[in-house]
């Protein structure tokens, strides 16, 4: 008879093994507790931050390719997901406010950064992610509220 690999959750069921033995009509099989491994991609990350990179049509078109580039150099650089809280990295579609682009959003939090370019893509690395303390004036609240870019400063 062929090996034949069982799924993880079967694989902790005696109940569900025997039952399917049962159908198969198969003699019963033993698990072997040490023989159980989880598979590659099972690791359950310990970084407690997310930024969410928004990969919209609009956050492209203003920039969002070349922020993620600069967000995961600096990850590397800087050593991201193993200081502080731990800093993991995501594209998503889109967050919502698009006329702000590009947007990203920051987690646990869930703050907003809007209209972002390098530099400050640097600060929100430096003082959010690093020292935990949002940007305020990099931010956009949730609040619900349609919302407009402020200006850049010079
Ligand atoms: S496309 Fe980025 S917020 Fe909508």
Same mark, same amino acid.
């Given at each position: 008879m062929p090996t034949v690999r069982l799924v993880p959750l079967l694989q902790r069921d005696d109940a569900a093994l025997a039952a399917l033995c049962a159908a198969l009509d198969h003699a019963p099989v033993q698990l072997d507790p040490d023989g159980i491994k989880p598979a590659e991609g099972s690791l359950v990350p310990a970084q407690k931050r997310r930024v969410l990179v928004c990969m919209g049509g609009p956050c492209v078109a203003a920039g969002a390719e070349t922020l993620w580039g600069h967000l995961r150099n600096e990850q590397d650089r800087l050593k991201l997901r193993a200081r502080g809280d731990g800093t993991m990295s995501a594209k998503t579609s @889109? +967050?919502?406010? @698009?006329? +702000?682009?590009p947007v990203i959003q920051v987690w646990p939090e869930g703050t907003y950064y809007a209209g972002l370019d390098e530099h400050d893509l640097d600060r929100v690395i430096a003082?959010? +992610? +690093?020292?935990?303390?949002?940007v305020n004036d990099l931010a956009y609240e949730a609040t619900g509220a349609k919302q407009v870019l402020r200006p850049r400063r010079l």
């Open positions: @889109c +967050l919502g406010p @698009c006329n +702000l682009a003082e959010h +992610l +690093l020292a935990g303390r949002p």
